[in-house]
């Protein structure tokens, strides 16, 4: 089973602070996601990247950048965090594109005071 | 762009009830549709795909697609409590990208 871990896995802040959201993958796999979860707004692609160096803007990128130094390590960066960042985030992994099975991690929860 | 919308938002079925959820999508050069469970503070997981239309079974689960009618569903047979979590519908962007679009999701809950 693929392995996607996450860190930390809450994390609180407040307005302007600096965050940086942390995933991991052991599975060799090419392609990396970050999402946000929010009531009534299911999981939302923030950015997401297909190998080392690579990123690709996703559906809601404004606040947010994002960094995949390794294959394995992809990072999630708000640099002047607001209320509006208050989510449940997710990182995911999958061998192919986006059309292939994707394996989450356990989420960080942010609350930005 | 591509818009997942799921229904009903909230279910509860009894113990070994049938559960129906359903999808709809927008783009008609839509390719591939997901079925994602996520329990209670976990990750979401991958619970079946269907790329075909028509229906495709696996074990209490079977997948129904109709891509002319814009309509992915998912029925649970013989529901179990451990069935309670909430599921997503995910069909993918015909934009250059491919990526998975996520419905909102649907709260299923299994009352024993």
């Known amino acids: 089973e693929a392995a996607v871990t996450q860190s930390p896995r809450n994390k609180v802040t407040v307005t302007g602070g600096n965050v940086t959201l942390s995933c991991r993958q052991t599975?060799?796999?090419?392609?990396m996601y970050w999402y946000r979860q929010d009531t009534g707004h299911g999981l939302r692609l923030i950015h997401y990247?297909?190998?080392?160096?690579?990123?690709q803007i996703g559906d809601v990128p404004d606040g947010y950048k994002a960094t995949r130094t390794t294959q394995e390590d992809f990072f999630l960066l708000l640099e002047l965090a607001s209320p509006s960042q208050t989510s449940l985030y997710f990182c995911?992994?999958?061998?192919?594109?986006?059309?292939?099975?994707?394996?989450f991690g356990p989420g960080t929860r942010l609350t930005v005071l | 762009q591509q818009k997942v919308q799921q229904s009903p938002e909230s279910l509860i079925v009894p113990e070994g009830g049938m559960a129906s959820l359903n999808c709809t999508f927008s783009d008609r050069n839509s390719q591939y549709f997901w079925w994602y469970r996520q329990h209670s503070g976990e990750g979401p997981k991958a619970l079946m795909?269907?790329?075909?239309?028509g229906d495709k079974k696996e074990g209490r689960f079977t997948a129904h697609l109709n891509k002319a009618s814009l309509y992915v569903s998912l029925h649970i047979k013989d529901s179990q409590p451990s069935d309670s979590a909430l599921y997503f519908c995910?069909?993918?962007?015909?934009?250059?990208?491919?990526?998975?679009?996520f419905g909102s999701g649907t709260q299923l809950t299994v009352m024993p």
């Open positions: 995911a992994s999958s061998g192919l594109g986006g059309h292939a099975e994707q394996f």
């Open positions: 995910a069909v993918t962007s015909s934009s250059g990208s491919w990526q998975l679009i």
């Open positions: 990247s297909y190998g080392a160096g690579n990123l």
């Open positions: 599975n060799s796999h090419n392609y």
């Open positions: 795909s269907i790329f075909s239309n």
